[in-house]
């Protein structure tokens, strides 16, 4: 079986859910939740030239805060499309 890499939110949420102290939403936040993640969905591919200076600088603010460098390139580009 696959073993899934859980960055530090995940991890956190796992460890409550573990614990027993993950607290359940009402149906109304469920569906903006599920609407939310349906929305980031990627279902599209980019492949960009990009400075080697640049792209190590990035590698490294996604180390910083424990994401995979292209989950960090995805997330700033969604943030700029909004």
């Avoid at 009402?26 to 939310?36: E, L, P």
């Avoid at 980019?46 to 910083?64: F, G, M, P």
Wanted: proline share 1%; aromatic share 4%; no cysteine.
């Amino acid at each position: 079986m696959k073993r899934i890499k859980l960055n530090l939110q995940e991890k956190e949420i796992e460890k409550d859910l573990l614990e027993g102290t993950y607290t359940p939403v009402n149906k109304q936040d469920f569906h903006v939740i599920s609407q939310a993640i349906a929305r980031r969905k990627k279902d599209s591919v980019l492949n960009i030239r990009i400075n080697s200076h640049d792209l190590e600088s990035i590698k490294q603010k996604a180390r910083n805060i424990g994401v995979k460098y292209q989950t960090f390139i995805s997330e700033i580009l969604h943030k700029v499309a909004l």
